[in-house]
């Protein structure tokens, strides 16, 4: 007699493909709410209520799926997103295929991979019988590509309210799993001077271009690469015409940090960028966008249950730390959180995008166990 593998990953990857053939980039929020349709339909005939709460501010709906079980007590808290970068039409570019090892499409390393997985190891644990300990509830949000501007409420309180957060995020190089991720920090640099002809009339002016020449130097000069600090002058805008010493000057600055107290001190150092012209006036605005992802002890214990469990799967799981932002940085700060949990693969955000079809079992048990026994 054979017996059915619950985790085979033909049907698996048949799942996957279909989610990925739903182009969903953030900006276009018809076709996010379509694969939200589809995931909602997913559920159906499930012990699990699930609730969609709509889009505003151009965004797309988020969709909170609860298991019908231990929802009375903190539980496990899946975080997914449904949204990706790749714009509308990349499927011509990239459609799915496969090749070897590798399943090829838009968003299908992040995160559609393991946002399945962790959908399909939802279905398995419905289909046992006995219940798990804790209550399960799977948020899948439209805005995480962005930021999560319109989600990041919902996360945190779902977030507070759980025991464990599990993040379906890709695995890193070779099926590492996530444990500390830097703070994203977003900064607008505006610059006031004084406009006058550059070439009759130079003493008269005050060069806002300039003065963007000194606050970039100075912005440089915050990067340290030993202690995990980055700072990146990543846009620059400034003046109307070579013949005319320039008003105005913009700048977009990107700022990472390992820790919450390296956010602190950047932060405060960038908003409080001085001119060293004088007649020309420098106005910093922006924040932290995602809190650092420090590994705490509950995070460390969450990870070490994890490799255990990976280790009976027949796999070994190793832990890192990234300067990419996820969902997981708003729970981190108060909830054991667990990141990269999802396919491994690379290529993200790149059109040569690939998951690898050999992570999909190990991957989905591995969900499926931390269901199972996480108490």
């Known amino acids: ?8 990953p033909s049907p698996m990857l048949e799942g996957i493909r279909r989610w990925v053939e ?8 018809e076709q996010v709410n379509k694969l939200a349709d589809l995931v909602a339909e997913g559920y159906r005939g499930l012990p699990a209520i699930v609730e969609r709460i709509a889009g505003h501010s151009g965004c797309g709906d988020h969709l909170v799926a609860r298991s019908a079980w231990g929802q009375d ?11 990706t970068v790749h714009p509308l039409g990349f499927i011509e570019r990239l459609p799915f295929r496969i090749e070897g090892d590798s399943a090829f499409g838009p968003g299908i390393y992040d995160m559609k991979g393991g946002a399945y997985l962790a959908y399909h190891a939802f279905r398995r644990t419905c289909a046992d019988g006995a219940r798990p300990p804790l209550g399960v509830t799977q948020l899948y949000v439209s805005d995480e590509e962005i930021g999560s501007p319109t989600s990041r409420a919902l996360i945190e309180s779902e977030g507070r309210k759980a025991k464990y957060v599990l993040v379906t995020e890709p695995a890193r190089d070779g099926g590492k799993i996530v444990t500390g991720r830097k703070g994203v920090g977003r900064f607008d640099v505006f610059i006031k001077g ?51 010493i320039a008003e105005e ?28 012209t004088e007649g020309v006036t420098v106005k910093v605005v ?37 300067g990419g932002g996820s969902d997981g940085n708003f729970t981190a700060p108060h909830t054991a959180t667990l990141d990269g949990l999802g396919v491994d693969g690379q290529g993200a955000h790149t059109h040569y995008e690939q998951m690898y079809i050999s992570s999909i079992e190990p991957r989905a048990r591995l969900l499926y166990r931390l269901y199972q026994t996480l108490r």
């Open 1 to 8: 007699m054979t017996t059915i593998n619950p985790f085979d």
């Open 22 to 29: 739903i182009e969903t980039p953030t900006e276009a929020p």
């Open 73 to 83: 007590a903190p539980g496990i808290l899946v975080l997914s997103h449904l949204d």
């Open 194 to 244: 004084v406009p006058s002809h550059a070439g009759t009339r130079p003493e008269d002016g005050r060069s806002a271009i300039r003065e963007l020449g000194n606050v970039i130097q100075t912005l440089e000069a915050m990067n340290d690469l030993a202690r995990g600090i980055t700072v990146n002058v990543g846009v620059v805008r400034g003046g109307t015409r070579p013949n005319v």
């Open 249 to 276: 000057a913009y700048a977009e600055v990107d700022l990472r940090v390992p820790t919450i107290a390296a956010s602190d001190e950047l932060t405060a150092k960038i908003l409080n960028l001085k001119s060293r």
């Open 286 to 322: 922006g924040e932290l966008n995602r809190p650092p992802y420090e590994k705490s002890n509950a995070g460390a214990a969450l990870y070490e249950h994890a490799r255990t469990i990976a280790a009976e799967i027949g796999f070994d799981l190793v832990d890192t730390a990234t």
